[in-house]
């Protein structure tokens, strides 16, 4: 069985600061991993995946993430954030060949402060 | 871009009343996803749907819970007597395949009073 944990459940951070919200899984499979926003009041949407290949993804928003197996993490880090990008982070597994259901974290709360 | 879309966003129900939660999926996705979101919690899996059955349910499914797939655009979710604790954001997705990115629509948030 798959679990993911998201270490940190709130991460205040100043505008134009670098932040890191992470992420650690585990599974005995390989899996996909996939980070989501949340924006107030809003639904979740995508904001990068990692299936196979290069181990450092990027949204196009200026998020990125690597994918370290050997430390189960799936950290997700942006260089400058804006107020903009104050929302809920959820980090979510889904195993390749199960019925492509997605185990999410307990999310992290991105407050960015002017 | 294509959306999974909910109805209804909001809905309050006393205890005990069925409720349906209604969803459309994107046209083309074949797998279908029910989550909830206890307000302050984390994103569960409720079930998931392939195939006109399910495929996968979590221990949250319990006997109050069904979903139906009724048409070739609609999938829904039936709590049969609704429970205080039922109250939360639920959340229909969609995907093509396993591994593909799944779609999830804004939500319906149920308070159950």
């Known amino acids: 069985a798959q679990s993911v944990t998201q270490l940190d459940s709130q991460v205040p951070v100043f505008e134009e600061a670098p932040v890191e919200l992470r992420c650690n899984y585990s599974s005995s499979v390989s899996v996909y991993l996939f980070w989501y926003v949340q924006y107030p009041n809003q639904g979740l949407q995508l904001l990068l995946k990692?299936?196979?290949?290069?181990?450092l993804v990027e949204s196009i928003n200026g998020f990125e993430a690597e994918f370290n197996k050997s430390q189960t993490s799936f950290h997700l880090r942006k260089p400058s954030v804006h107020i903009s990008d104050t929302a809920e982070y959820f980090c979510?597994?889904?195993?390749?060949?199960?019925?492509?259901?997605?185990?999410f974290g307990q999310g992290t709360t991105l407050q960015v402060k002017p | 871009e294509p959306e999974v879309t909910q109805t209804p966003s909001h809905q309050v129900t006393q205890m005990g009343q069925e409720v349906i939660l209604r969803c459309v999926p994107i046209s083309n996705h074949l797998y279908f996803y029910w989550y909830r979101q206890i307000l302050g919690q984390k994103v569960e899996f409720l079930v998931s749907f392939y195939n006109n059955e399910i495929s996968e349910k979590s221990e949250i499914f319990d006997d109050q819970f069904s979903v139906e797939r009724p048409d070739g655009s609609n999938f829904t979710l039936k709590i049969r007597s609704t429970k205080l604790e039922d109250s939360a954001m639920y959340f229909c997705a969609s995907t093509g395949k396993p591994g593909n990115t799944i779609y999830f629509g804004e939500g319906s948030w149920l308070t159950v009073v």
């Open positions: 990692y299936l196979s290949g290069s181990t």
């Open positions: 979510a597994v889904t195993h390749p060949s199960n019925t492509g259901k997605l185990i």
